[in-house]
């Protein structure tokens, strides 16, 4: 009773909401032993001043093993005081104190979604960690409206990317308060004051992540996508030396190109980030949970001792699992099997690829592609790269045939005259097979490209010309993705040109040539690209082919009997059908079957 009615209704401080989120955090988010970790490593790593315990940038660079060639080192020191200062992060950059690489953990592991299950998605909170905030922004993002908006009234249309387009401006979701942040809020049934009070934190306007700061992340983002939770990222160090070094930035270079064109662009804002990242990498930033896993296993934690003092043989899991790629390719790599991982999980590619065809090795053509590909029942990937054919077309040879059967060009290239080489691909869940009339494929095909700009396209459901394999008599044969089924060559003798579906992919029946169509304002087998909104088109000569099954030793043991089982009755039908050398055992065989004798002659068998 003698406690004064504002003393009893004094609402919590910040600190103390803090403290109360990182406990709830520590106590359901991790396992006690995570836990015990987490406070071992922090105790062993954390510099002191005077009372106060932190981490610094140069602490936690050498404990995750960040490569320094990659100079990520800032970018992620930034990142993680913004995210440290959660649910309060109008106060970032803060100190990276026990209760702030809480914070850090839970977030960069996804292990919050265990208390805030309702918000999966953390995305709005990595491009604000990631962004800079720049007051002449907001002019430029009015003065880019203004243009659009004069823009949209003309008829002409240069390519560009989907911030140059119109409609995009920022929408209300970039303006909102963070669902992630109230969530967070609402779970410890705190006073809305503090829901309201953090609009500069809220606000995305006037906020960019510079290029060059993105594509030091997602050359990172590649090296650390397959990572194991207790996987040492230094065993990845021969990835950033020489060559490898050279193709992990080309490969960064093509994804930073499906968010802007950096020629145009001096960095990424949230309309741009938020409306690539769900269609085109909806898997990008899955590397940080076992990257960030670190934290909560320690060294010195020795789990091969027992309670009598005794040590077990402990196995180390590094020296048994299988390499992340068993086969080598000309088109896929480390890289570009971390790329695929970006959008297709990455559970059915690393350690889960075998080279079931390549057109340098088996030779270009329908018939070793399926001797090589049809008995595998698993999910493919087709791969196929070539160099840009010239503007104006060769009129002889197989070009001249090649372009004949296509109808004129109308769209213009999808990228710049320097950047001639391509590389497009499919992912076909559905085993290969021939097709005579109709197309094979679902919805749950994806086809995409990976160079020189990263695009995908998802199957639609308005038809179902997904995947064609046909050989004569049809009058077009070849390979086709997202293209109405060819037809025979006997109902198609007046029409000479091919159909190409308004998003697809065509490689033809000699394996020389293809084509990959996207006419942004049709819709057909696959959806249109996200990022580009304009029309385009790449005529290119193929270079290389190849088919990798996804899938383990079972897959691998079902085609191989499939194999066999073709071997014997290929053998059983040519000893039939050539003789086995004993003339008269095989005529008692062609007599039962009534092929030769009562009257029949079957033919001279001497």
């Not at 105790?43 to 106060?52: M, R, T």
Request: proline share 6%; charged share 25%; glycine share 6%.
């Amino acid at each position: 009773m003698g406690q004064s009615l504002s003393e009893v209704a004094r609402p919590p401080s910040k600190e103390e909401i803090t403290a109360e989120l990182a406990e709830k955090f520590a106590r359901k988010c991790f396992e006690p032993l995570e836990l015990y970790s987490f406070k071992d490593n922090f105790k062993s790593l954390a510099d002191h001043q005077q009372d106060v315990r932190y981490l610094k940038e140069d602490t936690i660079a050498r404990f995750l093993e960040l490569p320094d060639i990659l100079a990520v080192s800032p970018i992620i020191f930034h990142m993680l005081t913004y995210i440290g200062a959660f649910p309060f992060l109008q106060d970032a950059p803060v100190i990276l104190g026990f209760e702030q690489m809480i914070m850090v953990v839970a977030i960069m592991t996804e292990r919050y979604t265990k208390i805030l299950s309702s918000v999966s998605d953390r995305r709005k909170l990595l491009f604000k960690s990631l962004a800079v905030y720049d007051r002449k922004l907001s002019e430029i993002e009015k003065h880019q409206s203004d243009a659009r908006t004069s823009a949209s009234h003309s008829n002409s249309h240069a390519p560009g990317f989907a911030i140059d387009e119109a409609g995009d401006d920022l929408d209300d979701e970039a303006i909102d308060d963070d669902e992630l942040v109230l969530a967070a809020l609402d779970s410890l049934d705190v006073n809305d004051a503090f829901k309201t009070g953090d609009l500069h934190s809220a606000t995305t306007h006037g906020a960019m992540i510079p290029a060059d700061n993105f594509r030091k992340l997602i050359m990172l983002l590649l090296l650390i996508s397959p990572l194991d939770p207790q996987e040492s990222l230094s065993a990845y160090a021969n990835r950033v030396t020489g060559t490898e070094l050279e193709e992990l930035r080309a490969t960064a270079e093509n994804i930073l190109s499906a968010f802007i064109n950096v020629e145009r662009s001096p960095g990424i804002t949230y309309a741009q980030f938020s409306h690539t990242i769900p269609s085109n990498f909806p898997f990008l930033f899955n590397g940080f949970n076992p990257l960030f896993e670190h934290f909560l296993f320690s060294k010195n934690l020795d789990l091969s001792k027992r309670k009598d003092g005794s040590v077990s043989k402990a196995v180390d899991p590094a020296l048994v699992l299988p390499p992340l790629l068993q086969d080598s390719g000309q088109i896929m790599n480390l890289n570009v099997l971390s790329q695929l991982s970006f959008f297709i999980n990455g559970n059915e590619l690393f350690r889960r690829l075998r080279l079931l065809y390549s057109g340098s090795e088996a030779g270009f053509s329908m018939g070793s592609f399926e001797t090589k590909v049809f008995n595998w029942r698993a999910p493919t990937i087709l791969l196929v790269s070539g160099s840009r054919l010239p503007d104006t077309p060769s009129s002889s040879g197989s070009e001249g045939m090649f372009n004949d059967s296509l109808p004129p060009k109308r769209f213009p290239n999808g990228s710049t005259p320097d950047r001639d080489r391509l590389v497009f691909g499919a992912l076909v869940r559905q085993p290969w097979r021939h097709t005579h009339r109709e197309c094979f494929g679902g919805e749950d095909m994806i086809l995409f490209q990976l160079a020189p700009n990263h695009d995908v396209f998802p199957a639609s459901s308005l038809n179902r010309e997904y995947v064609a394999f046909a050989k004569p008599p049809t009058a077009h044969p070849g390979i086709t993705i997202g293209c109405p089924h060819p037809k025979t060559a006997q109902s198609s003798r007046h029409e000479s040109l091919r159909h190409l579906g308004p998003v697809s992919l065509v490689i033809d029946s000699g394996f020389e040539y293809g084509v990959f169509t996207h006419d942004y304002s049709s819709g057909g087998a696959f959806n249109t690209s996200t990022s580009r909104k304009y029309n385009f088109q790449e005529r290119f000569q193929v270079e290389e082919i190849e088919v990798w099954g996804c899938g383990g030793d079972e897959e691998a043991r079902i085609q191989r009997e499939r194999w066999e089982w073709e071997a014997r009755e290929a053998e059983a039908r040519r000893r039939v059908n050539l003789g086995t050398g004993d003339i008269a055992a095989d005529r008692a065989l062609l007599e039962m079957a009534g092929l030769i004798g009562a009257n029949r002659s079957g033919g001279s068998m001497a």
